[in-house]
């Protein structure tokens, strides 16, 4: 079945430690691919997206995501999380053709 | 660039009620979506319109749920005769152009709670 997956519900680390989100995808073909953010009571802010080239796109904020057609991902990275980073990040995807489809969304706490 | 902007933010109602949610989207994007989304949950897809034509509709959109783009500009999502289930928020987002690959942007959300 086509999907989106987030593996993780609830992630915390500490400030200053790098951050890894995971998201996997389950189509056909390579649809586009986007990690948006949702802070508490908010709607949704791009935080990047791939449609082709390179594979590792860089985003606000100082995120980054890797494509890895092989493994169907697209994780997200940021190598010194902040406090300010605390939110819900959602992977979703744009089969050709389709709408958006979100990842049920991983939760991250950051500790002091 | 003013954003997507949602109207009201919050809305409380009783159950059998009637509400309506107002969405102006970024000016002159064609698409405007609608999407819900429920406590722990990623936003489900409930509609889109391409200017103001509706386009696509969600299985979740049951028959007492209407959306209008009449003019192709702002948008309505009315809800007829809640139940406690439609208790969500509901996301209003607009892209520029048509086909695939644009990015959405997002309003932020009109919270609806039936009581």
């Known amino acids: 079945a086509q999907s989106v997956t987030q593996p993780d519900i609830h992630i915390t680390v500490s400030e200053g430690a790098s951050l890894e989100l995971r998201c996997n995808y389950s189509?056909?073909?390579?649809?586009?691919l986007f990690w948006y953010v949702q802070s508490p009571g908010q709607g949704l802010q791009l935080l990047l997206k791939?449609?082709?080239?390179?594979?590792l796109v860089q985003g606000i904020k100082g995120f980054e995501a890797e494509f890895k057609r092989s493994q169907s991902s697209f994780n997200l990275r940021k190598p010194s999380v902040h406090w300010s980073d605390a939110a819900e990040y959602f992977c979703?995807?744009?089969?050709?053709?389709?709408?958006?489809?979100f990842g049920p969304g991983t939760r991250l706490s950051v500790l002091p | 660039d003013t954003g997507v902007s949602q109207d009201p933010r919050h809305k409380i109602t009783k159950r059998g009620q009637n509400v309506t949610f107002r969405c102006d989207p970024i000016?002159?994007?064609?698409?405007l979506y609608w999407y819900r989304q429920t406590l722990g949950q990623g936003p489900e897809f409930l509609t889109y319109?391409?200017?103001?034509?509706?386009?696509?509709k969600s299985r979740l959109l049951s028959d007492r749920f209407s959306a209008e783009r009449p003019k192709g500009s702002f948008s309505t999502l009315e809800i007829q005769r809640t139940e406690q289930g439609d208790s969500a928020m509901y996301l209003c987002?607009?892209?520029?152009?048509?086909?695939?690959?644009?990015?959405?942007?997002f309003g932020e959300g009109s919270w609806l709670t039936v009581v």
């Open positions: 189509y056909g073909a390579t649809p586009y």
């Open positions: 319109f391409q200017n103001e034509a509706q386009l696509e």
């Open positions: 979703a995807v744009e089969p050709y053709g389709q709408n958006f489809v």
């Open positions: 000016s002159e994007h064609n698409r």
């Open positions: 987002a607009s892209s520029p152009n048509q086909g695939t690959g644009n990015t959405i942007y």
């Open positions: 791939y449609f082709s080239g390179d594979t």
